[in-house]
T-cell receptor, first 114, second 116 residues
Framework: AQSVTQLGSHVSVSEGALVLLRCNYS??????LFWYVQYPNQGLQLLLK??????LVKGINGFEAEFKKSETSFHLTKPSAHMSDAAEYFC????????????FGKGTHLIIQP | DAGVIQSPRHEVTEMGQEVTLRCKPI?????LFWYRQTMMRGLELLIY????????DSGMPEDRFSAKMPNASFSTLKIQPSEPRDSAVYFC??????????????FGAGSRLTVL
């Protein structure tokens, strides 16, 4: 079985500041890990994915995440927050390989202060 | 491609009524997933299909819920009878089902269900 834990249901940062959203995973096999973003009244959009290649993964909109096996973490970062980054962010995990669906964390609501 | 298309976008119904949610996956995608999103429970996988065949329905909450995929371009999620606790946003997602894109889900905009 696999699961993800997102620390902090709400994160508030100032525009231009570093964004750090935390995700820890649990998986009995090497995992594939994902970050998705959800804007109000919309579906989820893929930000980036880790599938056992490079541990530092770059995604869209300037976001990146680093897979750290020793810490079972896959934190999402962005050097400089923009107002348009305000949204709900979800970390997700699946056992590597097949299309068995993703297990999502509870989400982190990112608030950008002007 | 128009993406994953869900209908209706909003549904308001009364307790006891039948609800049918519809989904058209991306053409060429072999896997289809139904998720439910609530404030309390977050995103839950209800059921998924590979090549139109249900693979895992362990997330379906009760016998009142059923899902079908009669062909590669259409799926339904039915709730009969509906109850207020079924109020949620229901998402359909699809993926290639194999290869590098096997795990990359593309989501529809969701169907917001309110049961009074």
């Amino acid at each position: 079985a696999q699961s993800v834990t997102q620390l902090g249901s709400h994160v508030s940062v100032s525009e231009g500041a570093l964004v750090l959203l935390r995700c820890n995973y649990s998986s009995s096999v090497p995992p594939y890990l994902f970050w998705y973003v959800q804007y109000p009244n919309q579906g989820l959009q893929l930000l980036l994915k880790y599938t056992s290649a490079a541990t530092l993964v770059k995604g869209i909109n300037g976001f990146e995440a680093e897979f750290k096996k020793s810490e079972t973490s896959f934190h999402l970062t962005k050097p400089s927050a923009h107002m348009s980054d305000a949204a709900e962010y979800f970390c997700a995990v699946t056992p590597g390989g097949g299309a068995d669906g993703l297990t999502f964390g509870k989400g982190t609501h990112l608030i950008i202060q002007p | 491609d128009a993406g994953v298309i869900q209908s209706p976008r909003h549904e308001v119904t009364e307790m006891g009524q039948e609800v049918t949610l519809r989904c058209k996956p991306i053409s060429g995608h072999n896997s289809l997933f139904w998720y439910r999103q609530t404030m309390m429970r977050g995103l839950e996988l209800l059921i998924y299909f590979n090549n139109n065949v249900p693979i895992d329905d362990s997330g379906m909450p009760e016998d009142r819920f059923s899902a079908k995929m009669p062909n590669a371009s259409f799926s339904t999620l039915k709730i009969q009878p509906s109850e207020p606790r079924d109020s949620a946003v229901y998402f359909c997602a699809s993926s290639l089902g194999e290869g590098a894109g096997a795990n990359v889900l593309t989501f529809g905009a969701g169907s917001r269900l309110t049961v009074l």
